[in-house]
């Protein structure tokens, strides 16, 4: 075991969570016993119950059983981010046997293959740690990016194609990327070394040769995240990448000090004087529908961002916040009809950022008529960040689309956590903030959560936040099922009086439509075309057709139909109906 000088404690309750999360992966975790060498003994984290007990499997650890009755006390330990990551020392005695799961566990036991020759499974219920410890050593410790620190990692195969990338961390050993979907042949080419280009805002750039080590899809975010091993490392290589790696740190030590810090930005992450800087990172590299898609994209990252600070203990920054928010709205009034139609395009993102901006902009929209400025933006940032604490969940409870009360019970805790970790956002007004982002999941019949408030002790503004995020999250393709139509959208709140504000249901109809900005039709001539405009009665005036069959999925290449209206538009006929696709 390593000297205890050595490790790193970590103590926020949701950053535990999720280095936890991290050990019940496919690469699992061990048990050592304290004070005692030897080999780990493999173990599988088959339940976490944050602050109350860790369940597991210790089937393939012979007479692990044994020793565990007997009261001797343990560590958990594994790699999580390539760091050796173990638990405060546990206590056996406090520990016991058990047989029952929650509902979400059992219904991982449930796919468990079944057959002759496999043993009963032996289970072991622990109390939950209250901090880990994370082993640094200089040369394999990761420097982190942080909220407002960009850098692109781009990879070059054997044909000269590139795929472009963002950086998430960097040692001197090596890195780990997100990469776009399409860069999966090129991961999976045995381990080659590949040439690996490194670039920077100020417009530095280092360019090494780099090995696969790991890699796996994200289905939340459809793409891919990949561990890189560099080789052949060359003296004045090594000492750039010493350069980078301690500048990341001190530019992040920085960050995490906030407002308040003395230091001076990096001048790695800042554009050479006169210079706007390069665009960097695969949201820059990808195709998109339309300008405004990828406009709109370029926020979506700063939400990505910061959803990836709070899944490593960080904060709201309340400064980033407002500049983007600011952004966002400037958008909204520049093209409104471009930024809705855009909304519909953003498949590359997780849900809690397209379901974030979507709800922002569409209430903003409904509620347009008679904001002012600073109420505006507060409604604007609180629903732009409204379902961002999910990302404190541990991923199978934060991916199930159904679940029962013992889920339940945890999933309502990201709006207390959200609420939590605003910093430096006083400009938010606090009884929109209450409103949109805290009671947004509540229902008339007090059937909601997190707080169960029934009709009277509803806001106004809750009730309309309801309605629109109800709406988004239905028009939404879910693992379970395909996305609803509009119209039986409508009809669903419609008849749902005791859950949803019909008052608010109708102007959402009356504003967006029965075929809204963003939807795919058919006309009764066969054509197909996306909904760009709506006159004064909500009605399509403005159509961009597409050739062919309709597609399987959103597309993400530029839309190049011809765009029909007037008399033009007229010709088509009537239209048939929506035309339902996947993400």
């Given at each position: 075991?390593?000297?205890q000088?050595?490790?790193?404690?970590?103590?926020?309750?949701?950053?535990?969570?999720?280095l936890?999360?991290?050990?019940?992966?496919?690469?699992?975790?061990?048990?050592?016993?304290?004070?005692?060498?030897?080999?780990?003994?493999p173990?599988v984290?088959?339940?976490?119950?944050?602050?109350?007990?860790?369940?597991?499997?210790?089937?393939?650890?012979?007479?692990?059983?044994r020793?565990?009755?007997?009261?001797?006390?343990?560590?958990?330990?594994?790699?999580?981010?390539?760091?050796?990551?173990?638990?405060?020392?546990?206590?056996?005695?406090?520990?016991?046997?058990?047989?029952?799961?929650?509902?979400?566990?059992?219904?991982?036991?449930?796919a468990?293959?079944?057959?002759s020759?496999?043993?009963?499974?032996?289970?072991?219920?622990?109390?939950?740690?209250?901090?880990?410890?994370?082993?640094?050593?200089?040369?394999?410790?990761?420097?982190?990016?942080r909220?407002?620190?960009?850098?692109?990692?781009?990879?070059?195969?054997?044909?000269?194609?590139?795929?472009?990338?963002?950086?998430i961390?960097?040692?001197?050993?090596?890195?780990?990327l997100?990469l776009?979907?399409?860069?999966?042949?090129?991961?999976?080419?045995?381990?080659?070394?590949?040439?690996?280009?490194?670039?920077?805002?100020?417009?530095?750039?280092?360019?090494?040769?780099?090995?696969?080590?790991?890699?796996?899809?994200?289905?939340?975010?459809?793409?891919?995240?990949?561990?890189?091993?560099?080789?052949?490392?060359?003296?004045?290589?090594?000492?750039?990448?010493?350069?980078?790696?301690?500048?990341?740190?001190?530019?992040?030590?920085?960050?995490?000090?906030?407002?308040?810090?003395?230091?001076p930005?990096?001048?790695?992450?800042?554009?050479?004087?006169?210079?706007?800087?390069p665009?960097?990172?695969?949201?820059?590299?990808?195709?998109?529908?339309?300008?405004?898609?990828r406009?709109?994209?370029?926020?979506?990252?700063?939400?990505?961002?910061?959803?990836?600070?709070?899944?490593?203990?960080?904060?709201?920054?309340g400064?980033?916040?407002s500049?983007?928010?600011?952004?966002?709205?400037?958008?909204?009034?520049e093209?409104?009809?471009?930024?809705?139609?855009?909304?519909?395009?953003?498949?590359?993102e997780?849900?809690p950022?397209r379901?974030?901006?979507?709800?922002?902009?569409l209430?903003?929209?409904?509620?347009?008529?008679s904001?002012?400025?600073?109420?505006?933006?507060?409604?604007?940032?609180?629903?732009?960040?409204?379902?961002?604490g999910k990302?404190?969940?541990?991923?199978p409870?934060?991916?199930?689309?159904?679940?029962?009360?013992?889920?339940?019970?945890?999933?309502?805790?990201?709006?207390?956590?959200?609420?939590?970790?605003?910093?430096?956002?006083?400009?938010i007004?606090?009884s929109?903030?209450?409103a949109?982002?805290?009671q947004?999941?509540?229902?008339?019949?007090?059937?909601?959560?997190?707080?169960g408030?029934q009709?009277?002790?509803?806001?106004?503004?809750?009730?309309?936040?309801?309605v629109?995020?109800a709406?988004?999250?239905?028009?939404?393709?879910?693992?379970?099922?395909?996305?609803?139509?509009?119209?039986?959208?409508?009809?669903?709140?419609?008849d749902?009086?005791e859950?949803?504000?019909?008052?608010?249901?109708?102007?959402?109809?009356?504003?967006?439509?029965?075929?809204?900005?963003?939807a795919?039709?058919?006309?009764?001539?066969?054509?197909?075309?996306?909904?760009l405009?709506l006159?004064?009665?909500?009605?399509?005036?403005?159509?961009?057709?597409?050739?062919?069959?309709?597609?399987?999925?959103?597309?993400?290449?530029?839309?190049?139909?011809?765009?029909?209206?007037?008399?033009?538009?007229?010709?088509?006929?009537?239209?048939?109906?929506?035309?339902?696709?996947?993400a």
């Amino acid at each position: 075991m390593a000297d205890q000088q050595e490790f790193e404690t970590i103590r926020h309750p949701q950053e535990v969570a999720q280095l936890l999360d991290c050990l019940s992966g496919p690469q699992g975790a061990g048990l050592v016993w304290e004070n005692s060498a030897g080999t780990p003994a493999p173990v599988v984290l088959v339940e976490l119950l944050p602050g109350e007990s860790i369940t597991l499997d210790i089937t393939a650890a012979g007479d692990l059983g044994r020793r565990l009755k007997q009261g001797q006390p343990f560590r958990l330990m594994g790699y999580c981010e390539g760091m050796i990551t173990r638990t405060s020392v546990l206590e056996a005695s406090q520990g016991e046997v058990v047989t029952a799961l929650s509902a979400t566990a059992q219904a991982a036991e449930a796919a468990r293959p079944r057959g002759s020759g496999v043993p009963p499974r032996q289970l072991w219920r622990c109390p939950y740690p209250e901090t880990l410890e994370r082993l640094q050593r200089r040369r394999s410790f990761r420097a982190r990016l942080r909220l407002g620190m960009a850098a692109e990692a781009i990879l070059h195969d054997s044909d000269g194609q590139r795929f472009s990338g963002d950086l998430i961390d960097l040692s001197i050993d090596g890195c780990r990327l997100d990469l776009p979907h399409t860069a999966a042949a090129l991961l999976g080419n045995g381990g080659a070394a590949v040439p690996l280009e490194l670039g920077f805002p100020d417009g530095s750039r280092l360019t090494l040769k780099a090995c696969v080590q790991h890699h796996r899809f994200d289905p939340e975010r459809r793409l891919v995240e990949a561990g890189f091993h560099f080789t052949a490392v060359r003296a004045h290589q090594e000492r750039t990448l010493w350069q980078l790696v301690r500048e990341i740190e001190r530019e992040s030590a920085r960050i995490a000090e906030g407002v308040d810090s003395r230091r001076p930005p990096s001048a790695l992450f800042q554009p050479s004087q006169g210079r706007r800087g390069p665009r960097l990172g695969r949201r820059e590299a990808e195709t998109y529908p339309t300008d405004m898609t990828r406009r709109l994209s370029r926020i979506a990252g700063y939400l990505h961002a910061q959803a990836l600070e709070l899944a490593q203990g960080g904060c709201i920054h309340g400064p980033r916040l407002s500049r983007q928010t600011d952004q966002l709205l400037a958008l909204y009034d520049e093209d409104r009809n471009g930024l809705i139609f855009a909304l519909r395009f953003l498949t590359r993102e997780s849900w809690p950022v397209r379901h974030g901006l979507s709800v922002a902009i569409l209430l903003v929209d409904l509620l347009a008529d008679s904001l002012p400025a600073e109420l505006r933006k507060s409604i604007t940032a609180s629903a732009m960040i409204h379902d961002l604490g999910k990302v404190l969940l541990p991923a199978p409870l934060r991916l199930t689309p159904t679940f029962g009360d013992a889920e339940r019970s945890r999933l309502i805790q990201h709006v207390g956590w959200l609420k939590e970790r605003l910093s430096h956002c006083a400009w938010i007004n606090a009884s929109v903030f209450e409103a949109v982002a805290c009671q947004i999941n509540e229902r008339l019949d007090g059937s909601g959560y997190p707080l169960g408030i029934q009709d009277a002790d509803l806001r106004e503004l809750a009730r309309a936040s309801a309605v629109v995020d109800a709406i988004d999250a239905m028009r939404a393709q879910r693992p379970d099922r395909p996305p609803w139509r509009i119209a039986a959208i409508y009809r669903y709140l419609l008849d749902h009086p005791e859950k949803f504000d019909s008052v608010w249901v109708k102007r959402f109809i009356q504003r967006f439509g029965l075929y809204p900005i963003g939807a795919l039709v058919r006309f009764s001539d066969n054509s197909l075309g996306w909904i760009l405009a709506l006159d004064d009665q909500s009605r399509p005036a403005c159509v961009q057709r597409t050739t062919g069959k309709p597609p399987s999925q959103v597309p993400r290449a530029p839309l190049d139909g011809a765009r029909v209206e007037g008399e033009a538009l007229a010709a088509l006929g009537a239209i048939q109906g929506e035309v339902i696709i996947g993400a």
